[in-house]
């Protein structure tokens, strides 16, 4: 069964390091989400694509976030510098195209749990 | 910032017995989705249904959606071990269907 694929899968990091994190979707899939899970809380978007575009960053901060979908398939999250509470979990996921109306499920990657210290 | 909120934040129960939590949203949808997160997991997606549906079936799990309350339920039967998890429901809207906000999450223990 497809499956979406994230590297790495933990990560440990110092204050002010960069970091970087990778997702391949499920085959097809056009759009693709990366989410922020911190502890005792639910996911909460960074960033949507649609192909390469971006569709919304508006959650995404900017000063220190960036994400990239170069060829349209897969994706790279980039934080740098890396501060104390962007410890969490990182979640990709992707779903068919945004064409599909009335929203479609999304399929999620194993996430990458990333600490600061 | 979080549209959806669950309720109860935690729930205990017995083997066998039927699970029920709630989810509650301030703005209008146009979809409501339920997912499952296993202890340090990803996410996976249970039952999607739109805003002009007002219940769904998936094997053990049966939804139900009140756009008037702004809610909606998830009722898991015949509890087994294995359905422990977090529960998470998730609300897209209609400028942005594919845009899911979601709440905190239900932690579901069932006990053997």
């Known amino acids: 069964e497809a499956e979406v694929a994230q590297s790495p899968r933990y990560k440990i990091t110092e204050k002010s390091q960069a970091v970087a994190f990778w997702c391949d979707p499920i085959?097809?899939?056009?759009?693709l989400y990366w989410y922020r899970q911190i502890l005792g809380q639910g996911p909460e978007l960074l960033v949507q694509f649609q192909d390469e575009s971006v569709v919304d960053d508006s959650q995404l901060p900017k000063d220190r976030f960036s994400a990239e979908r170069l060829k349209g398939v897969d994706s790279t999250l980039k934080i740098q510098p890396a501060e104390l509470g962007d410890s969490a979990m990182y979640l990709c996921?992707?779903?068919?195209?945004?064409?599909?109306?009335?929203?479609?499920?999304?399929?999620f990657g194993p996430g990458t749990r990333l600490t600061v210290l | 910032s979080q549209q959806g909120e669950e309720d109860p934040q935690a729930l205990s129960i017995q083997e066998g017995e039927n699970a029920t939590m709630n989810c509650s949203y301030k703005t209008s949808i146009n979809n409501l989705q339920w997912y499952r997160q296993n202890s340090g997991r990803g996410l996976v997606h249970l039952i999607l249904i739109r805003s002009n549906e007002r219940e769904k079936h998936s094997g053990r799990l049966r939804v139900t959606l009140d756009t008037s309350k702004k809610s909606s339920s998830l009722l898991i039967t015949a509890s087994r071990a294995a359905d422990t998890a977090s529960y998470f429901c998730a609300t897209g809207t209609r400028s942005n269907d594919y845009k899911l906000s979601f709440g905190a999450g239900t932690t579901v223990t069932v006990r053997a």
């Open positions: 085959s097809g899939h056009a759009t």
């Open positions: 996921a992707s779903s068919l195209g945004l064409w599909l109306a009335g929203g479609s499920e999304q399929f």
